[in-house]
């Protein structure tokens, strides 16, 4: 049996309020890790877990490409949807490591 996708206003704005909240939840998991280790010798501890804002602008951004995808996909190409649901998904798992 094939399965068709929902193109009704109900399913795309289903799909749109799913797409937003994964993207979201992706940012509130990531939040916590954004930083990498400083090597700073004439402090002690020497090595020191800092956060810039370059680190927290791209966790914020990284969604917002599956999201572009999906949004133009529901109105324009099918294929570009599917494409940018893929991306969210191995976005989201990947952030779960």
């Given at each position: 049996?094939?399965?068709?996708?929902?193109?009704?206003?109900?399913?795309?704005?289903?799909?749109?309020?799913?797409?937003?909240?994964?993207?979201?939840?992706?940012?509130?998991?990531?939040?916590?890790?954004?930083?990498?280790?400083?090597?700073?010798?004439?402090?002690?501890?020497?090595?020191?877990?800092?956060?810039?804002?370059?680190?927290?602008?791209?966790?914020?951004?990284?969604?917002?490409?599956?999201?572009?995808?999906?949004?133009?996909?529901?109105?324009?190409e099918p294929l570009l949807e599917?494409?940018?649901?893929?991306?969210l998904i191995i976005l989201f798992?990947?952030?779960?490591?």
């Open positions: 049996m094939h399965m068709k996708k929902i193109d009704t206003k109900i399913g795309k704005l289903v799909r749109s309020i799913l797409a937003i909240f994964l993207a979201l939840l992706f940012i509130a998991i990531e939040t916590p890790n954004i930083g990498h280790f400083v090597i700073h010798p004439a402090i002690s501890p020497a090595t020191v877990f800092e956060s810039s804002f370059h680190d927290r602008l791209m966790v914020c951004l990284w969604p917002v490409i599956p999201l572009i995808c999906i949004f133009v996909g529901m109105f324009r599917h494409i940018g649901w893929g991306l798992v990947g952030g779960l490591h």
